[in-house]
């Protein structure tokens, strides 16, 4: 009688914890607290049981701003959104309510970073830079005399006008302080 309670006890507090446990997120894309440092295209929300259909999260910003997320689906423990629009650098917090396998209603938060270098917009403008340098070496034909361009010569006055002017406001400014 003794081993059978012992045995019985022994299996109570065994399993007990999986007759009172409710599903919880085993993992998650991005992870909680992680800096995320290239372009975010999907949320993945994986949990430790099967989710029913009807869960669901949202995205929002420092702000409290809801950012649209997209084709938001529910596969066996899964849940997945696309973001259509590449996230700006700053702080996010995704909100999820699921409906676990046994019916209960649960909820939780996942707070993440942005911080995508902006290299690609530089790239861009610099190329577009060079190809307009390019370009105007291109059109600027130096004649047969040697002599500059037309509209080199006009580029030419247009900054010694501008520098005499400078001087000359400087020279202004220095000559009333001088008066006082």
């Known amino acids: 009688m003794k081993k059978i309670l012992f045995f019985s006890f022994i299996f109570l507090l065994t399993f007990i914890g999986n007759a009172f ?5 085993e993992t998650s894309s991005p992870q909680q607290g992680k800096v995320v440092e290239e372009e975010l295209k999907q ?21 409290g701003e809801t950012i649209p997320v997209d084709n938001i689906s529910v596969v ?13 650098n700053g702080d996010y917090k995704i909100n999820w309510n699921i409906i676990g396998a046994d019916g209960h209603l649960i909820e939780g938060e996942i707070s993440f970073s942005v911080n995508v270098p902006e290299e690609e917009t530089t790239v861009e403008e610099t190329t577009e830079v060079e190809q307009a340098v390019e370009e105007n ?6 004649d047969a005399n040697n002599e500059e361009p037309e509209q080199e010569k006009s580029n ?21 302080r001088r008066k006082k």
Request: aromatic share 6%; charged share 10%.
């Open 21 to 25: 446990a409710h599903t919880g997120l």
């Open 43 to 63: 949320i993945q929300l994986t949990f430790e049981t099967k989710i029913e259909q009807g869960s669901t999260f949202t995205l929002q910003n420092s702000s």
């Open 76 to 88: 066996e423990r899964q849940l997945v959104g696309d973001i259509p629009t590449p996230l700006q």
């Open 137 to 142: 070496e291109a059109t600027t034909v130096i």
């Open 156 to 176: 030419n006055s247009i900054l010694i006008i501008a520098v005499v002017l400078i001087v000359i406001i400087i020279g202004s400014f220095l000559f009333m």
